[in-house]
């Protein structure tokens, strides 16, 4: 099913909504696959790698104009402009789906095995690469039925994650999403009326679905935000499957590293949340039809908040690109809890977005623009 039938051109055009605009819709490729593969190889230089398509894929999606000829390559950073092996290789597979309309490479990854393996492992909530590959190199597993079938000893999150499988590799429907969101905030101004509730993730970013929901909780008044979490999940605990653990808290104490990973120090409930679908189709009214989705809640205090949505909108790579930009061009370093001198320690407050972009000298950009 090659998409020959396809203008070339309308593979590389830029995308109004990054991730699920109207050109993913045309065209063959997200943009994510080269990069995925090279992650889930995980061999000498795979993040490099990895980067590299990333940076590639994100300067065609962010490019204004349509691209329809190798010339139109030339300028592009990551792609013509950089004089690297990396770049280069980018720089073949968008010739290669300009002149043909798909690319033989990535064909080949994505009907190969070990990519089809991965993509399904992955999958699973509570695995990673590292777990996906033993089972796939190790263990010689290559679909959900081996993992049913092989007696391998799964954590509860992970039995969580295939039993919920089909659920949680659906996308989360805006509507499902409004309708969570409501309850959600219902629970917190019952917990204390002055909480605030706010949208962050790919839905903040203006898309119309998302492998999960990303909501930021805080109170106007430093402080007083602590240990309102258990309180709001106790509201709802009956619409919970899975309310999570503080993953990361203890991680980066002992690492002692947040500045530098996405990782960060925020009291938060990676969850799975129970969506009952009579919310939305009242035809199922009193029918106990439900459906896994899963929930993120962060919570931040007042005077991080700026750098908390910041940090929790996106995209990965936005925030990965604008911490690099930060450090190297600015020797600043920016987390989703703030932003310090690298010199001096010196910290920077800020109450909003705007501050932040401003004090690093970057022209704003709204969240749907942080796409790439
Ligand atoms: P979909 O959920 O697929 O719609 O995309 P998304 O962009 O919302 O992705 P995700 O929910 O994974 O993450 C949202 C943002 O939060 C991204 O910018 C991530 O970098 C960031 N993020 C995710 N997990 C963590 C975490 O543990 N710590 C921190 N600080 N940031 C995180
Ligand atoms: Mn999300
Ligand atoms: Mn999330």
Same mark, same amino acid.
């Given at each position: 099913?090659?998409l020959m039938?396809?203008q070339?051109s309308?593979?590389?055009?830029?995308?109004?909504?990054?991730?699920?605009?109207?050109s993913?819709?045309?065209?063959?490729?997200?943009g994510?696959?080269a990069?995925e593969?090279?992650?889930?190889?995980?061999? %000498?230089n795979?993040?490099?790698?990895?980067?590299?398509?990333?940076?590639?894929?994100?300067?065609?999606?962010?490019?204004?104009k349509?691209i329809?000829?190798?010339?139109?390559l030339?300028?592009?950073?990551?792609?013509?402009?950089t004089?690297?092996?990396?770049?280069?290789?980018?720089k073949m597979?968008?010739?290669?789906?300009?002149?043909?309309?798909?690319?033989?490479?990535?064909?080949?990854?994505?009907?190969g095995?070990?990519?089809?393996?991965?993509?399904?492992?992955t999958?699973?909530?509570?695995?990673?690469?590292?777990?996906?590959?033993k089972w796939?190199?190790?263990?010689g597993?290559?679909t959900l039925?081996?993992?049913? +079938?092989?007696?391998?000893s799964?954590?509860?999150?992970?039995?969580? +994650?295939?039993e919920?499988y089909?659920?949680?590799?659906?996308?989360?429907?805006?509507e499902?999403a409004?309708c969570i969101?409501?309850?959600?905030?219902k629970?917190?101004n019952?917990?204390c009326?002055e909480?605030?509730m706010?949208?962050?993730?790919? !839905?903040?970013r203006?898309?119309s679905?998302?492998?999960?929901l990303?909501?930021l909780?805080?109170?106007?008044?430093?402080?007083k935000?602590?240990?309102?979490?258990?309180?709001?999940?106790?509201?709802?605990?009956?619409?919970?499957?899975?309310t999570g653990r503080?993953?990361?808290?203890s991680?980066?104490?002992?690492?002692?590293?947040?500045?530098s990973s996405?990782?960060?120090?925020?009291e938060?409930c !990676?969850?799975?949340?129970?969506?009952?679908?009579?919310w939305?189709n009242?035809n199922l009214?009193?029918? %106990?039809?439900?459906? %896994?989705?899963?929930?993120?809640?962060i919570?931040?205090?007042?005077?991080q908040?700026a750098y908390?949505l910041? +940090?929790?909108?996106?995209?990965?790579h936005?925030?990965?690109?604008?911490?690099?930009?930060a450090r190297?061009e600015?020797?600043i370093?920016?987390?989703?809890?703030g932003?310090?001198s690298l010199?001096?320690?010196?910290n920077?407050?800020?109450?909003?977005?705007e501050e932040i972009?401003?004090?690093?000298?970057?022209?704003?950009?709204?969240?749907?623009?942080r796409?790439?």
């Open positions: 099913k090659k039938d396809i070339p309308q593979l590389l055009k830029r995308k109004v909504d990054a991730d699920d605009g109207p993913t819709k045309k065209s063959r490729y997200s994510d696959e990069e593969h090279a992650l889930f190889r995980g061999d %000498a795979a993040e490099a790698r990895a980067l590299a398509f990333r940076r590639g894929s994100a300067t065609l999606k962010a490019h204004p349509e329809v000829c190798e010339e139109d030339k300028n592009l950073p990551y792609i013509g402009l004089n690297s092996a990396k770049a280069g290789h980018c597979v968008a010739m290669e789906i300009l002149s043909e309309g798909f690319s033989d490479e990535v064909e080949d990854v994505l009907n095995s070990f990519y089809k393996s991965m993509k399904l492992f999958g699973i909530f509570g695995i990673g690469p590292q777990t996906a590959r796939y190199h190790d263990l597993m290559r039925e081996d993992v049913k +079938g092989k007696n391998i799964l954590t509860y999150e992970q039995s969580l +994650g295939m919920h089909d659920d949680l590799n659906t996308p989360i429907k805006l499902e409004e969101i409501k309850m959600v905030e629970a917190c019952e917990v009326d909480l605030t706010t949208l962050v993730g790919g !839905f903040r203006g898309k679905q998302g492998h999960d990303d909501l909780i805080s109170h106007p008044e430093d402080g935000e602590k240990g309102k979490l258990v309180l709001i999940i106790e509201k709802l605990k009956e619409h919970f499957i899975y503080k993953m990361d808290v991680n980066n104490l002992n690492k002692g590293n947040f500045a996405t990782m960060d120090n925020f938060k !990676f969850s799975i949340f129970k969506f009952n679908k009579s939305l009242s009214e009193g029918k %106990a039809e439900w459906k %896994a989705v899963r929930l993120d809640l919570v931040v205090p007042s005077h908040f908390a910041l +940090g929790w909108t996106g995209t990965k936005f925030e990965r690109e604008i911490r690099r930009y190297t600015m020797k370093v920016l987390t989703s809890h932003m310090h010199d001096t320690k010196q920077f407050p800020a109450e909003t977005e972009f401003q004090k690093l000298q970057l022209e704003y950009r709204a969240p749907s623009e796409c790439c």
